[in-house]
T-cell receptor, first 112, second 112 residues
C-alpha cells in the first residue's frame, strides 16, 4: 500500500500562534488529500481536503497546501485556539478514491 | 441526518467470547468501511463494501474476524473468538464516492 509519513507526532503551540503539520507520500498517482481532526472519544472528522489539480485551499483559519512535485501536503492552522487541540490525521487516495491511507497522526495542544 | 451510528459505544468481554459490532451508515452512501485504531498501528482499514458487496477484505487480521452487510443500512463486524490483542477502537465510516469519509463515534472494545 501507499506510504504516508506525518510529522510531527506531537505539537504544542501558544494560543494565537500558527501550527503546521506535514505529510509526505510516495505514489505520484495520489489525487485526493483530506485532513481529519479527532477529538477525544470521537471519530475522525473531515475538516478540509484538496485535490491534485489545486495547489492551495483555505477555509477560515485552516488551509491546506499541496506540492505534487515534492509529494507533500501540509495543514496550516492560524490564530490557534484551545478548541483546536486534538489529533490530526492526513490521508490520501487515488483513482476513484475508495480506499484511504492515513498518516500516523499529530497530537496538537494549544496552550491558553 | 444522524450521521454514521455505531453500537455499542463500549464493549468489555472475556477472551474467547464472540463480539458483534454494529454500524448504520448515512442514508444514500454506497461505500462502508471498517477501521481499527490502536496506539501502535494507528488507523487500519479492515474491510470495505460497495453497494453491500465486500470489495477488499485484505486488512482483516485473521479468520476470527468477519463482516457482513445484509442491506444498505446495516453492517456488522464479528470477532469469534475474541482475544486480548483485539482490544482497540473500531470505527465504521461511510462515503458517497469519491469524497471524504464520515466516521461514526467508534466502539471501544476491551477483551480481558
Amino acid at each position: 500500500g501507499e506510504n504516508v509519513e506525518q510529522h510531527p507526532s506531537t505539537l504544542s503551540v501558544q494560543e494565537g500562534d500558527s501550527a503546521v503539520i506535514k505529510c509526505t507520500y510516495s505514489d505520484s498517482a495520489s489525487n485526493y488529500f483530506p485532513w481529519y481532526k479527532q477529538e477525544l472519544g470521537k471519530g475522525p472528522q473531515l475538516i478540509i481536503d484538496i485535490r491534485s489539480n489545486v495547489g492551495e485551499k483555505k477555509d477560515q483559519r485552516i488551509a491546506v497546501t499541496l506540492n505534487k512535485t515534492a509529494k507533500h501536503f501540509s495543514l496550516h492552522i492560524t490564530e490557534t485556539q484551545p478548541e483546536d487541540s486534538a489529533v490530526y490525521f492526513c490521508a490520501l487516495t487515488w483513482g476513484t478514491g475508495n480506499q484511504f491511507y492515513f498518516g500516523t497522526g499529530t497530537s496538537l495542544t494549544v496552550i491558553p | 441526518d444522524a450521521g454514521v451510528i455505531q453500537s455499542p459505544r463500549h464493549e468489555v468481554t472475556e477472551m474467547g467470547q464472540e463480539v458483534t459490532l454494529r454500524c448504520k451508515p448515512i442514508s444514500g452512501h454506497d461505500y462502508l468501511f471498517w477501521y481499527r485504531q490502536t496506539m501502535m498501528r494507528g488507523l487500519e482499514l479492515l474491510i470495505y463494501f460497495n453497494n453491500n458487496v465486500p470489495i477488499d477484505d485484505s486488512g482483516m487480521p485473521e479468520d476470527r474476524f468477519s463482516a457482513k452487510m445484509p442491506n444498505a443500512s446495516f453492517s456488522t463486524l464479528k470477532i469469534q473468538p475474541s482475544e486480548p490483542r483485539d482490544s482497540a477502537v473500531y470505527f465504521c465510516a461511510s462515503s458517497l464516492a469519491p469524497g471524504g469519509y464520515t466516521f461514526g463515534s467508534g466502539t471501544r472494545l476491551t477483551v480481558v
